[in-house]
């Protein structure tokens, strides 16, 4: 039973395709996440959505759309794709955005994408 | 807005060795800490987390780690690693300022366990 899914796990493609990446959580939460760990394994949140609605867009080239048909899936669609984008993303979930900060996140597997 | 910092980018220790890793944070209310484990190959998963209370928080696997607030430490300590801790953790801080909460890592320190 997994808790994040992520689908797919490897993405190779090339300069200036246009790839989505998929991501459901069966935890009943209210709270996705997309982060992007570059090669340095740097972990930086790029959007956070609460209950279909976009909370956190931080400063992501507007080639990145994320949407969420509902409060169980992130998607990240991902347009022009660069060299610079090659990297794992990871989507995650908690139980709410707000309140004193107090819950876990729980990650899914993570997508390598590799854009050649 | 917060941050944090992880000083050790790698440590190679032998299996039964003593670990400790640091975390420092900055910021000055009220936070909530994390230490995220990532085994090779697979999604961070939570080792222990502190809100309040007893600053020495013990997690899974043996793992265990204090909170100094004089110092904004949270380091991560284990008395004896094992082969199977080589993985990279990730300490992380949320701040309880009500609002919309956003995590942040720090930039990892990977672990090696040489048997």
């Known amino acids: 039973d997994t808790a994040v899914s992520q689908t797919p796990k490897y993405l190779v493609t090339q300069m200036g395709n246009d790839k989505s990446i998929k991501c459901e959580q069966n935890l009943g939460h209210d709270t996705m996440y997309w982060y992007k760990q570059d090669s340095k394994k740097f972990l930086k949140i790029m959007f956070s959505?609460?209950?279909?609605?976009l909370i956190i867009n931080e400063t992501v080239p507007n080639r990145f759309s994320p949407k969420s048909p509902d409060k169980a899936h992130l998607n990240l669609h991902i347009n022009s794709l660069e060299l610079g984008d090659s990297a794992v993303y990871f989507c995650?979930?908690?139980?709410?955005?707000w309140g004193e900060g107090r819950n876990e996140q729980f990650f899914g597997p993570g997508t390598r994408l590799t854009v050649l | 807005a917060q941050s944090v910092s992880q000083h050790n980018h790698h440590v190679i220790l032998s299996e039964a060795a003593s670990l400790e890793l640091g975390c420092n944070y900055s910021?000055?209310?009220?936070?909530?800490l994390f230490w995220y484990v990532q085994y090779p190959g697979q999604h961070l998963q939570l080792l222990l987390k502190y809100f309040s209370g007893d600053p020495l928080v013990k997690g899974i696997k043996g793992f265990e780690a204090e909170f100094i607030k004089s110092k904004f430490s949270f380091n991560l300590r284990k008395p004896s690693v094992q082969w199977s801790d080589t993985a990279e953790y990730f300490c992380a801080v949320n701040v309880g300022s009500g609002g919309y909460q956003k995590v942040t890592f720090g930039t990892g320190t990977k672990l090696q366990v040489i048997p």
């Open positions: 995650a979930s908690s139980q709410e955005a």
């Open positions: 959505y609460n209950n279909k609605e």
């Open positions: 910021y000055g209310g009220t936070v909530n």
